[in-house]
């Protein structure tokens, strides 16, 4: 006999669970208002009190009465909390003072801008006033785009298209940037690394349009939960900003639990698959009917996950009450799984972090993550989709075997003690400002002593004018080129092509599975080489480096391949420079060369060598900054050669999985690698930087918080349940020579006592 | 470190906007001239001698150019005139028509830009429009002597427009016009308004007549096949963005003269194509035009309301000996049909399933439905409809459209077959 079963019974019996490593009970808080202002115009409280709203919540009052008094603001809120009023109220206010003036939305996402065009919309029926708002993307018809230009109140649209498509062409956008009084940037926390840096400089082409025409937009941002939101919204936009953080919306009960699977390979410290422990807890919940939402990241897990939850509960639910989300469904089929969300009928959705974003689904219960997601910000972005203002809900966050994930796992406190994540940008890469500067010249030419929102920009249009981009006359630089900048610049991918992956296994349906560096693909997609692709192996049939292509066909052997890069790095300038305990950390320009040399067949249980073979690729060259951590040498004197190899792999490991929680970014944006001896220092040293050319301000960052990096990391490998190092750790499994992990250790630990050797 | 020499050491990550390879060599061999604003007068004096004669605007000079080609014989006037007579007196709307325009005041009207792309960064250096005078051709020419100078180059162009002034262009409407607009908004502090010319795209013309028998409709391409206007060592207007960039370093007007005589050539080339055009409309020739340049016409003045003139053009067309005899007819037949001449119009369908039997299905079912509905005939409707859908199943491979004929078809035959019981 099975009786229904609430969420408040699961919970008990989830709390009995052994693999819980981590039980966080948040309190339910009330809200906390206040009356509407006195300066709002009386349509807008009509309009609120027709949608049962009353007051306002503090940080929607104090965002109101900052961008009133002309203030640019960035307001910090949760999920589910009011946001879109921060900016909505203070913008139709200036619409229903001044019926000429016009605001700027630009959403990450063209998903979010129709969002938000719908929300826009019901609010402006409900104001009964004559107020225009339109999305502007790729998918708005030309007949359209001319009334958007001329008449839209409101514009919503995406960086890209800002970029690429209003920017260049402003003289058709006249009555917008004469007007221009508010820009609204959503979900600033996105705008990070090279994306980030990209977008800043928009906006001060953006800001240079604005003052030719005469119009100084106020900036409204809103950002979740990050350690820098202040920071990073004055880089972005180049201005003050007022940070606005007193959330008042109420909160239920949450309780956010961490679930590590068990360890099932003592060895090598391998966990139970996070992804049939997030089948199991997910299904436990729907069978129960209560709403729950699985986050997982890659969109091929998304499908399997949810196959396994239909067949899981096919009992007790109809198939479609399951449902699947991510990007690659069309906009149609997205807006009818959010719809079904809303009214109910959808019990469970599986989603990448597409839903992460501001997109409406209303509130569900439970939350599950197949791993963590990446950063706290995107954690919290997700766990905030469980949790309706009164009721209890729980979040459930399932450990992966890899390093970040038991990192994550030994220090929740990360997570409930303030976040530590900070959001960089560096909009003066000098790339990124060339690209943009070029975009700005395209579009009103420069003047002698004129500057790019405060940077000094002659010796850069000077080299422009070398190169025959610019025209240099009577102390302006004009463009004269036919290209159109724009088009050659995205600002969402580095600047080096990636090489894309194509199955040919099905001869009649060749299919792109997946994107790749082109530093990693000397190694990992050369002719020859075993390339797994979300568990299924491949092998490289052809590389195509110059059109940078590389055919595979799916294969089962049983080896895998490994390649040696032969990595050499110059530093070419020292900038910053401190001493670390017995070590050294520098900061400054570095050149890293790299070139692919030989490949090794390796047999999959024993590790055998059982062949071997050339790799023929050009020189790859890379000029960005990075950091490089330099050990005292009599610390390795009793090693031979490979062993300290071996220890610096180590070191990397760890700081580079450290450094990239810190400093909120991919572990492919932040490079590491052991030198046994620099060429500039003669020292073991390893070295961090900026996987893009020119740098992003990651090593920057790291260089600024090495102390702490360093000290986590040590934390962390005494933290490692393992013995002598595992994968999770400091990357190598079963130690060579003595113990590995121990050693690791100390180094690391050198670095931050000083012994007097130094 | 520089700025200048780590832009110098990461040139392999900056990406290269040069589009023209082979001419970027050509142009690094040259050494690089340096510009000083005092050389104005000195260029000025080269430009003079190429015919262009300087007006400064404020500080800001701009050059303009007048040519003036006598009529070679009476014939060329003539044509001209007898054109601009026949708009004059016809009676329907029509995209073409210049009705109640002055002759003088058509400007044919071309511009030649730095880059072919439509946004801000994109300049025009060179406006040129021809027009008709009493004793010849006027070519006026602007020219925009340096990027600074915008504001001289618009204000001189606009002074010799008149509010009246109506423009024909090749592709105007989509490029030239929203190019000078947007050029406009840079200065318009600066210089009087932009008037709200009327304006005739001749590309519409040519695409809706030549689209289906020339391999594009580029304006070099309808001269050569159209107007038998053959240029000898002309410079292709392609080349005019990196011309204009090589004349700014070198300061030397010649880089120029290429373009600015292709400029030239458009102009006039549009009054031609404007007679060429009218004249298919209105049947003014010696040598026969192609029948489908009268179904197109056909087909283009029964849209704008003159049937009777597409009548003639479709009858025209049906008596060509040629491959879309068919369609003429079928053409034709719809026009009578539409026009209440039930007999012609059944006469003319008749035509058409004789000359080609299933290529005009569609055929098959107009003379179905007159049967059926006009002669009250349903033995012969049925007849007719089983044809068009045989005609329908012979097919290869139907296509959305034809697979909803089919069905409609069916359904045709269907209920004439109930009615013959």
Redesign the interface.
Same mark, same amino acid.
């Given at each position: 006999m099975f009786g229904k079963r609430s969420l408040n019974d699961l919970i008990d019996d989830l709390k009995k669970d052994e693999h819980i490593a981590h039980w966080h009970e948040m309190k339910e808080e009330p809200a906390s208002t206040v009356p509407f202002p006195k300066s709002m115009d009386d349509r807008i409280i009509d309009a609120l009190r027709k949608r049962g709203i009353e007051a306002l919540y503090t940080h929607q009052g104090s965002s109101f009465q900052a961008v009133m008094d002309r203030k640019n603001i960035v307001a910090v809120t949760p999920t589910a909390s009011g946001k879109t009023l921060c900016y909505n109220l203070p913008v139709v206010q200036r619409i229903l003072t001044k019926p000429e003036s016009r605001a700027l939305y630009l959403f990450p996402t063209k998903a979010l801008a129709q969002d938000q065009k719908t929300d826009m919309n019901t609010f402006i029926d409900q104001l009964d006033v004559n107020i225009n708002s339109y999305t502007y993307d790729g998918d708005t018809p030309a007949n359209i785009r001319q009334i958007v230009r001329k008449a839209g109140h409101i514009v919503i649209t995406n960086p890209d298209m800002l970029h690429s498509a209003i920017l !260049?062409?402003? !003289? @058709?956008w =006249?009555s917008l940037f004469e007007n221009l009084e508010t820009v609204v940037i959503d979900e600033l926390h996105t705008y990070r690394g090279v994306f980030g840096s990209h977008v800043a400089n928009v906006i001060r082409r953006l800001k240079r349009i604005c003052r030719y025409y005469g119009s100084e937009p106020t900036f409204i941002c809103t950002s979740a939960t990050i350690a820098n939101p202040k920071e990073l919204s004055s880089e972005l936009i180049g201005e003050k900003v007022e940070l606005i953080d007193n959330n008042g919306a109420p909160k239920g009960k949450k309780h956010f639990v961490m679930y590590n699977p068990p360890v099932v390979n003592k060895q090598l410290n391998i966990r139970k698959k996070a992804m049939s422990v997030v089948n199991d807890i997910a299904a436990t919940f729907l069978k129960e009917r209560i709403q729950t939402i699985v986050f997982s990241r890659s969109r091929v897990s998304v499908e399997i996950i949810l196959s396994h939850l239909q067949e899981l509960v096919k009992n007790e639910l109809q198939r479609k009450s399951i449902r699947g989300y991510r990007g690659g469904y069309l906009p149609k089929q997205r807006r009818e799984i959010e719809q079904s969300l809303r009214n109910g009928e959808t019990i469970g959705v599986v989603s990448t972090n597409a839903l992460e974003l501001g997109v409406d689904i209303g509130q569900l219960q439970v939350c599950v993550m197949n791993g963590y997601p990446g950063s706290v910000a995107s954690s919290w972005q997700q766990a905030g989709r469980a949790g309706r203002r009164k009721d209890e809900s729980v979040v459930i966050m399932v450990a992966n075997s890899s390093p970040i994930d038991q990192y994550i796992f030994q220090h929740p406190e990360f997570f409930f003690e303030g976040s530590p994540e900070t959001a960089r940008i560096n909009k003066d890469n000098? =790339?990124i400002l060339?690209?943009h500067l @070029?975009c700005a *010249?395209?579009?009103? !030419?420069f003047e002698k002593g004129s500057t790019f929102d405060g940077v000094e920009v002659e $010796? =850069?249009l $000077?080299?422009l004018t $070398? $190169?025959?981009?610019l025209?240099?006359?009577?102390n @302006?630089w /004009?463009?004269?080129?036919? *290209? /159109? #900048?724009?088009h050659?610049?995205s600002l969402r991918s580095a600047?080096?092509e990636n090489v894309v992956i194509i199955d040919q296994t099905k001869v009649e349906k060749h299919r792109v599975i997946g994107e790749m560096d082109t530093f990693s693909a000397m190694t990992l997609l050369h002719d020859e080489a075993i390339y797994l692709h979300e568990g299924t192996q491949y092998q490289v049939e052809y590389l195509d480096w110059d059109e940078k292509k590389a055919f595979v066909r799916e294969v089962d052997v049983e080896y895998y391949t490994d390649a040696n890069l032969a990595v050499q790095l110059k530093v070419?300038?020292v900038d910053m420079e401190k001493q670390l305990g017995n070590g050294t950390l520098e900061y400054g320009?570095m050149m890293v060369t790299a070139m692919a040399t030989i490949f090794k067949k390796i047999k999959l249980e024993s590790f055998e060598n059982i062949g071997s073979g050339p790799i023929h690729l050009p020189e790859q060259?890379l000029?960005t900054n990075g950091v490089s951590l330099s050990f005292h040498p009599e610390q390795m004197e009793r090693f031979d050669k490979k062993v300290v190899e071996q220890l610096l792999l180590g070191v990397a490991h760890v700081v580079q999985h450290v450094a990239c929680v810190r400093v909120m970014c991919d572990k492919n944006d932040l490079h590491a690698v052991p030198e046994v001896k620099a060429i500039h220092s003669e020292k073991p040293t390893v070295y961090l930087y900026d996987r893009y #050319?020119?740098g992003i301000g990651l090593s920057e960052s790291v260089y600024k918080q090495m102390e702490n990096i360093l000290q986590e990391a040590k934390n962390y490998i005494e933290g490692c349940p393992c013995e002598e190092g595992c994968p999770s750790c400091i990357g190598i499994a079963g130690a060579t020579e003595g113990n590995m992990k121990t050693t690791v250790k100390q180094l690391i630990n050198s670095c931050l006592t000083n012994t007097g050797r130094g | 470190m520089s700025i200048k020499s780590k832009l110098q050491r990461m040139k392999t990550h900056l990406k290269a906007e040069d589009t023209h390879d082979g001419l970027v060599e050509k142009l690094e061999d040259s050494p690089p001239v340096l510009v000083f604003a005092d050389s104005d007068r000195e260029l000025a004096e080269k430009w003079k001698k190429h015919g262009f004669d300087p007006f400064s605007f404020g500080d800001q000079i701009s050059y303009r150019k007048r040519s003036f080609y006598p009529w070679k014989n009476s014939a060329e006037k003539r044509d001209i005139e007898t054109t601009y007579k026949l708009w004059d007196e016809y009676s329907h709307e029509h995209p073409l028509s210049c009705k109640d325009v002055p002759l003088h005041r058509m400007l044919f009207f071309d511009t030649e830009t730095t880059g072919l792309s439509t946004g801000a960064g994109n300049t025009i250096f060179l406006i040129g429009y021809a027009r008709v005078l009493k004793e010849g051709i006027e070519v006026i020419q602007h020219l925009l002597g340096d990027p600074s100078s915008e504001g001289a180059f618009l204000y001189g162009f606009l002074q010799d427009f008149h509010e009246e002034d109506y423009l024909v262009s090749y592709n105007g409407k989509a490029f030239d016009w929203p190019q000078v607009r947007s050029r406009h908004t840079f200065v318009r502090d600066q210089v009087p308004r932009l008037p709200a010319f009327g304006h005739i795209d001749l590309l519409h013309a040519a695409r809706r007549l030549w689209k289906h028998e020339l391999p594009s409709c580029r304006l070099s391409i309808v001269e050569k096949e159209k107007l038998g206007i053959f240029r000898s060592n002309d410079t292709p207007g392609s080349m005019a963005p990196i011309l204009y960039y090589e004349y700014l370093q070198e300061e030397d007007p010649e880089h120029l003269l290429g373009i600015i005589e292709h400029n030239n050539q458009d102009v006039r080339s549009l009054i031609s194509l404007f007679v060429a055009i009218s004249n298919r409309i209105f049947f003014q020739s010696q040598s026969p035009f192609s029948q489908m340049e009268h179904i197109q016409i056909g087909n283009w003045l029964e849209q704008t309301g003159n049937l009777e003139g597409a009548k003639g053009h479709y009858i025209t067309a049906s008596n060509y000996d040629d491959k879309d005899s068919g369609d003429a007819f079928y053409r034709l037949g719809l026009l009578l049909k539409k026009m209440g001449d039930v007999a012609d119009a059944k006469k003319s369908f008749t035509k058409c399933v004789q000359i080609s039997p299933f290529c005009h299905i569609d055929a098959y079912i107009e003379l179905a439905k007159l049967a059926e509905h006009q002669e009250k005939d349903y033995l012969l409707a049925h007849a007719y409809a089983r044809k068009a859908k045989q005609g329908l199943k012979g097919s290869q491979r139907l296509t959305k459209k034809q697979t909803d004929l089919l069905s409609a078809v069916k359904k045709r035959v269907e209920r004439l077959e109930k009615k013959l019981g």
């Open positions: !260049p062409h402003h !003289p @058709k =006249i000098l =790339i060339v690209d @070029k *010249a395209y579009e009103l !030419p $010796e =850069i $000077e080299y $070398e $190169e025959r981009v025209h240099h006359q009577r @302006k /004009f463009w004269m080129n036919d *290209a /159109f #900048p724009a050659n610049i600047a080096q070419l300038d320009d060259e000029h #050319p020119g | -």
